[in-house]
């Protein structure tokens, strides 16, 4: 009788919290108002009668939901390793060689790596109990409520043999489109932008109020599991249509191969489209598909041997900007334009970005001598991202528009009222 109502109370207080969730994060309620009175006296009355089992956590102790994330630290089930990276090809054969030394034969399982952040997500008896982010590997930040809010995410595993206890790892992204237009909506705000879609990933995520969190269109991929209780794979393959098969965001983008050549034809492929992809890759991650082979395989301290991450020429770079100065058009518009400490990116060496007009500078607010976050995608002209603000000195300075044409000294002006452009009188 006492266990009966102990869990009775239990269940209750959680399908409360469920439901205030729903309604006062997500701004979805999922029952009426009527019926939610109801769970709420039925378990009041409870806790009245056998105050002996009231949960310390008792919806019926908070007002309104009070819903807040702590980032409160747990340690995972399973360690959360990290990759070895190679970063061409001739890396990437030496660890095909190293990995040809086992005598069992293998395919190899090779995915696009998605650049985002990674999250632990612990299922107990199909129940979403605790999302935490990876922090040193070990132990990492409670995000549970937050990641609740990411509509991809099942707080309920559906379908048949769910396993008892199941770690799933996975990565937070922002996804390419949603990026730009938060990014817009920011600018209008006046508010500061995001530099890439992976720091607007961190951003929402790392929020105390989990209802900003969930304004924000993030999204998981899922990708390996950690502790596994009642559930045994064969294959990464496998686990994988698993996952997917339970309801959990697999990609479709895998594929699984037989020879290092078609390895080496997914890497190419995902190169040149890298931005047709949905959300930033940064590489492609190539495992060893067999779990037997895998576990033969085993781990260093830091890494799967089985697993490497091969990463594509990074777009995104840091350097020091140098000066801010002016060029003078053909029409006689006066751009400013970022000099800065020459720098390889995405495959060339660029010491000069566009700043396109004064208010762009104050609205990127950068500084002359500013450690600056540039970009460079693909075949795109650079440009300047952010500054890196933690790499201050004090020494910076902010820029300010000449009032004299730096080719001919005639007085600068804007030619119509409201142009955010100033011109030179003498051209055109
Ligand atoms: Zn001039």
Wanted: proline share 5%; aromatic share 8%; with cysteine.
């Amino acid at each position: 009788m006492s266990a009966e109502i102990r869990h009775q109370i239990q269940e209750l207080s959680e399908e409360i919290r469920d439901h205030q969730f729903k309604y006062y994060v997500l701004d979805n309620a999922s029952i009426t108002d009527a019926a939610f009175d109801k769970l709420w006296n039925k378990l009041v009355e409870l806790e009245q009668k056998y105050p002996q089992y009231k949960l310390e956590s008792s919806p019926t102790l908070e007002v309104g939901g009070g819903f807040s994330t702590s980032f409160s630290q747990h340690d995972h089930i399973e360690k959360m390793m990290s990759l070895d990276n190679v970063f061409d090809k001739s890396e990437l054969d030496n660890w095909f060689d190293r990995i040809g030394k086992t005598e069992v034969k293998n395919t190899w399982l090779c995915e696009v790596k998605v650049d985002g952040l990674a999250i632990n997500l612990l299922y107990e008896n199909g129940r979403l109990a605790r999302a935490l982010t990876r922090g040193n590997g070990t132990t990492g930040e409670d995000v549970t409520l937050n990641i609740k809010t990411i509509k991809s995410v099942p707080i309920e595993l559906t379908g048949k043999n769910i396993p008892s206890q199941l770690e799933v790892r996975g990565e937070v992204f922002f996804p390419l489109k949603a990026f730009d237009e938060l990014n817009d909506s920011l600018a209008e705000a006046g508010k500061p932008r995001f530099a890439n879609p992976r720091n607007a990933a961190a951003g929402s995520l790392r929020q105390k109020d989990p209802k900003i969190t969930a304004s924000r269109p993030l999204d998981v991929v899922v990708h390996g599991i950690g502790a596994a209780n009642g559930v045994s794979f064969d294959k990464q393959s496998t686990a994988y249509e698993l996952l997917k098969s339970w309801g959990l965001p697999t990609s479709s983008r895998y594929q699984v191969v037989n020879t290092r050549e078609e390895v080496a034809k997914f890497i190419d492929q995902y190169e040149k489209n890298r931005h047709s992809v949905e959300h930033e890759i940064d590489g492609v991650v190539i495992k060893v598909n067999e779990i037997d082979v895998q576990n033969n395989l085993g781990f260093t301290s830091r890494a799967p041997k089985w697993a490497i991450a091969f990463k594509y020429p990074p777009e995104e770079v840091s350097t020091k900007l140098l000066d801010i100065r002016v060029s003078v058009g053909r029409t006689g518009r006066v751009t400013p334009f970022a000099f800065m400490e020459p720098v390889k990116v995405a495959g060339s060496t660029v010491t000069n970005a566009t700043l396109h007009n004064a208010q762009e500078i104050i609205r990127k607010g950068v500084l002359i001598g500013d450690t600056v976050l540039i970009r460079k995608a693909g075949d795109v002209i650079p440009e300047v991202l952010a500054p890196i603000i933690e790499k201050r000195d004090g020494s910076e300075r902010a820029f300010v528009m000449p009032s004299k044409c730096p080719d001919c000294g005639s007085k600068l002006r804007a030619m119509s009222e409201g142009d955010v452009d100033i011109r030179c009188p003498n051209s055109q």
